[in-house]
């Protein structure tokens, strides 16, 4: 409610509500730090950020809001400082594993993909069966057309079938392979993930992909043409070299 009314500009009502949250519930939030993160909620990452630091500066923060300055961070763009922030947190609580995984993605979204991978790699002891411990070190290895990726990506999709993310990374993979069973696989994942939501470029593209090594150019073209009008300039390149393939 809070992050809706400053979306639409009524910042006085947000105030409002979380006041009267605070008052009614006796959270340990100040109406400023849920005023903060409502900031963030609405989209408005860096001015979130800037009330949490002055919360923090001015020791008026609830515990834990160093996560909540550190995703703020990230989601300004400012991937440096939320890194930074959670190296620190890490050094108090080397145990945690939330603090683990934020750093892992962190490091994903700064492209510094041989630490997150890493990073995930030495959490598996503790969370083996964590969903995405093992899909974002099967993404980055595929990235880096890693054999280890596809163990990875089977595992990941053993401990949760019905994610769309994990069943886009497995089928991505199994569109490259050389035997017709598995590519066959690959795009009926590819297809289900598409079916659960998942409308990117790039999910498209891997699935038509896919397509065009069975023959199906019919039912890939349709999603090529899509990707070549909306996708980035890479994904618009690689488009238009399979249309040229299969015209």
């Not at 409002?16 to 909620?41: D, G």
Request: hydrophobic share 45%; glycine share 6%.
């Amino acid at each position: 409610r809070m992050a809706l009314d400053i979306s639409e500009g009524r910042a006085n009502d947000a105030q409002s509500a979380a006041t009267v949250f605070v008052n009614a519930t006796k959270s340990p939030r100040s109406v400023a730090e849920l005023m903060a993160l409502a900031n963030f909620q609405a989209g408005k990452a860096r001015e979130a950020v800037d009330q949490l630091k002055e919360l923090i500066r001015a020791k008026r923060a609830s515990p834990g809001v160093e996560r909540d300055l550190a995703s703020a961070y990230l989601a300004a763009g400012d991937v440096k400082a939320g890194i930074e922030l959670l190296e620190q947190m890490k050094a108090k609580a080397p145990t945690d594993q939330s603090i683990s995984m934020a750093l892992g993605d962190a490091w994903i979204r700064e492209g510094t993909l041989a630490k997150a991978a890493a990073q995930y790699e030495a959490l598996l002891p503790s969370a083996p069966r964590n969903p995405i411990v093992l899909n974002n070190p099967a993404w980055i290895y595929a990235k880096a057309k890693d054999p280890r990726a596809l163990k990875f990506a089977e595992d990941a999709n053993r401990a949760a079938p019905n994610s769309r993310e994990i069943q886009d990374t497995l089928g991505q993979q199994l569109v490259e392979a050389s035997d017709t069973a598995a590519v066959e696989r690959g795009v009926w994942l590819l297809r289900l993930a598409r079916s659960n939501g998942l409308g990117t470029a790039d999910a498209a593209l891997g699935l038509a992909r896919g397509l065009v090594k069975l023959k199906q150019n019919d039912q890939a073209k349709p999603l090529l043409t899509a990707v070549a009008a909306n996708g980035t300039a890479e994904e618009k390149a690689q488009a238009n070299e399979l249309l040229k393939q299969i015209q």
